[in-house]
């Protein structure tokens, strides 16, 4: 209903009325937008009547007409920004099976392909300049590491914090929380030059007392490698490992305490009681913890960026980011840009159709992203 | 075996700290070591392949006397979070309002807002970048080619490039705002609601004076977040305007970037490090203070 309207206000009063462009199902496209916002609203309006004039409903407290139309409101509200929020992951679909005459074309203005070209994404294998899958390999690898050092020492230290008591421990846990305030760039820089192979610096600075670092200068073999990328995860210290650790404490608190203490009467270690007891317990937190690693390190960016600078060592983000420029063409490849998009989206959205509940019950309980 | 005289306390503490020491050590070496190496690297001059040499405040003083790019940066920045964030806490909340409901498919609507946040950033930037693009993007076309609206030039006009970053940023986030204030609107307890109605109180009371002053942690949550979070914008910027058009998106941190990894001025970007990490501070000390005025806490029961 509501959308409708306002379609319709907008196109009496807007001056140019709907396309008279083909499409592929032979109407115009005007015809064809037209024909799916009314059906859809149609379909809606004549079920929500439906549903209104239906007597099997039970009342409700209030006055039930009202109600009803509230509700009504509100699917078409949902429906609406539905369509918004869908529209780019269509359109970035629907790009990636086009040929590239037709991304360019303007009239007709295209809303789908003429023939899907599923061949556009056998294609991406055989860039010259990037090897796509190298790529995969890389990311899934990085990914893979940051995974298991972000769950195991989101594990280990959380549950210091959550049921260990030592002194300090609550001036300490809010030195992590206030680690999360660092810019990522103080800790990117200081870092790539640890692992920039000029480390010889460092020890003209602090005299022998790093004679070690020789052995990264000899060989350079921290330069141009993954190390800076995943070291830090497995020493808690990356971007977002405040929050997993946090994710994880707030867990641990619920486990009851007669558990732990009962652990401690049988004699076994703090390190057995963690890890038969409490542990196995703790699975929500951790799978939460792993699929917001996951998508976090499979999505990074700027790391990446600065600390790979040979193309072979590259990840999916950065070859993903090269279409925006134009790649020695004349014209960008779009349909090549949204098919590699539509390659590294998928197995972070279908991990997020499998996981849903972890996912939201990880970033409700942290707050991050964003 | 553990030497008996250990109590039972201290036999804790000590597993205590050997439960917590991977992350003193990851926090000393990888963030307090770098803040001090940054701190002091401001004020040298440095270019990674010599030693740093002392130059005392010479950095400073030519960032504030002698940079036009720092002074642009850092208001591109401000305009940028201050357009930002009021949109990510007001467009969070009302989704939230919006699928706070018990009716049927209604998750499934959750889901599909929340689609868009599972997307990697480099890809939803990808993607707004064709979608903006000036003459091909579907933006133009549903807008001005279809239905006549006259469309920004979303990537080329100097004043609409940050507003199109912000509507990407938007898009890709609001997902993780709409699932703070789903939790905190289903936290709040439904006898005030009775209690409000009783008292004859109507949707928009029952919202001012219920909903609003019990959900204002996560408001003042929303914001610290967002502030921190959108302060270092750089992906967005970096894949879809590269600073441009006329500077207008040349964020802070893009600027930074730039100084240390494109012309590795390190010295100069470390000054410019240590500015930025005073300013994220000045400003979350800044909302826990307003934060004590204005957020209401729930008292915990008994």
């Excluded at chain 2, 990697?120 to 239905?147: C, H, N, R, Y």
């Excluded at chain 2, 994220?280 to 008292?299: D, K, P």
Aim: net charge neutral; glycine share 8%.
């Amino acid at each position: 209903m509501i959308a409708t309207l306002l379609w319709l206000g907008l196109v009496v009063f807007g001056g140019r009325a709907i396309g008279d462009q083909p499409t592929p199902l032979g109407v115009t496209s005007g015809e064809l937008l037209w024909t799916i916002v009314i059906a859809a609203n149609w379909i809606l309006d004549i079920s929500g009547l439906a549903w209104l004039a239906s007597p099997r409903i039970p009342r409700w407290g209030g006055p039930r007409l009202q109600r009803r139309l509230a509700s009504a409101i509100r699917y078409q509200l949902m429906i609406g920004i539905s369509v918004l929020a869908l529209i780019p992951i269509f359109w970035m679909v629907s790009t990636s099976l086009k040929t590239l005459p037709e991304t360019y074309e303007v009239e007709p203005y295209l809303l789908l392909p003429r023939e899907p070209q599923w061949g556009n994404y056998p294609f991406l294998f055989t860039f010259e300049r990037f090897n796509v899958l190298q790529l995969f390999k890389n990311t899934s690898l990085m990914t893979v590491f940051n995974l298991v050092a972000n769950v195991g020492i989101a594990a280990f230290v959380g549950y210091g914090f959550a049921r260990l008591r030592f002194p300090g421990r609550n001036l300490l846990f809010l030195l992590v929380l206030s680690s999360l305030m660092v810019p990522f760039i103080v800790r990117i820089i200081p870092l790539f030059v640890l692992f920039s192979g000029n480390t010889y610096i460092l020890q003209d600075q602090l005299g022998q007392v790093f004679s070690w670092t020789i052995f990264f200068e000899s060989r350079s073999w921290a330069q141009n490698t993954y190390l800076p990328l995943v070291v830090p995860e497995f020493f808690g210290a990356a971007g977002s490992s405040a929050l997993y650790i946090f994710i994880m404490r707030q867990y641990f608190l619920t486990i009851p305490h007669e558990l732990i203490e009962a652990g401690r009467v049988d004699g076994a270690s703090e390190f057995a009681i963690w890890r038969r007891i409490v542990l196995p317990q703790a699975t929500p937190a951790m799978v939460a913890v792993a699929i917001l690693s996951l998508q976090g390190s499979w999505g990074a960016f700027i790391e990446p960026l600065i600390f790979l600078r040979k193309v072979d060592l590259h990840t999916l983000s950065i070859w993903l980011s090269s279409f925006r420029s134009v790649q020695g063409e004349s014209v960008i490849q779009w349909q090549y840009g949204m098919a590699g998009g539509v390659l590294v989206t998928l197995p972070v959205f279908i991990l997020f159709l499998l996981f849903q509940r972890y996912f939201i019950a990880g970033i409700s309980l942290s707050g991050i992203k964003g | 075996m553990r030497a008996p005289r250990w109590t039972i306390g201290r036999r804790e503490a000590v597993w205590g700290f050997v439960f917590i020491s991977p992350w003193v050590l990851g926090f000393v070496v990888f963030s307090l070591g770098p803040t001090v190496a940054i701190i002091a690297w401001g004020f040298t001059e440095y270019d990674i392949l010599q030693a740093p040499k002392f130059a005392g405040l010479e950095n400073y003083v030519e960032i504030f006397t002698d940079d036009e790019k720092f002074l642009k940066s850092l208001a591109n920045t401000a305009i940028y979070v201050g357009l930002l964030v009021p949109c990510q806490v007001v467009i969070g909340f009302l989704l939230a309002v919006l699928v706070n409901t018990k009716l049927p498919l209604a998750s499934i609507f959750r889901a599909f807002y929340f689609l868009p946040t599972i997307m990697p950033l480099v890809v939803a930037s990808i993607v707004w970048a064709w979608v903006l693009q000036p003459e091909l993007g579907l933006l133009k076309f549903l807008l001005e080619d279809t239905m006549g609206i006259p469309t920004p030039r979303f990537m080329v006009d100097e004043y609409w490039s940050k507003p199109g970053i912000v509507i990407l940023t938007v898009w890709s986030s609001i997902g993780v705002q709409m699932i703070l204030f789903l939790a905190a609107l289903q936290a709040v307890p439904p006898h005030l609601y009775e209690a409000a109605e009783i008292d004859g109180a109507g949707p928009l009371r029952k919202m001012l004076h219920v909903t609003i002053p019990l959900v204002s942690p996560t408001i003042f949550l929303v914001i610290i977040i967002g502030i921190i979070n959108s302060f270092q914008v750089f992906t967005t910027a970096f894949v879809l305007t590269q600073g441009g058009p006329l500077d207008s998106t040349l964020f802070y941190v893009l600027y930074l970037w730039r100084k240390a990894f494109v012309s590795f001025e390190f010295g100069y970007a470390s000054a410019l490090a240590t500015i930025l990490f005073f300013i994220i501070m000045c400003l979350t000390a800044l909302s826990f203070w307003v934060s004590r005025r204005l957020v209401h806490y729930e008292q915990p029961e008994s």
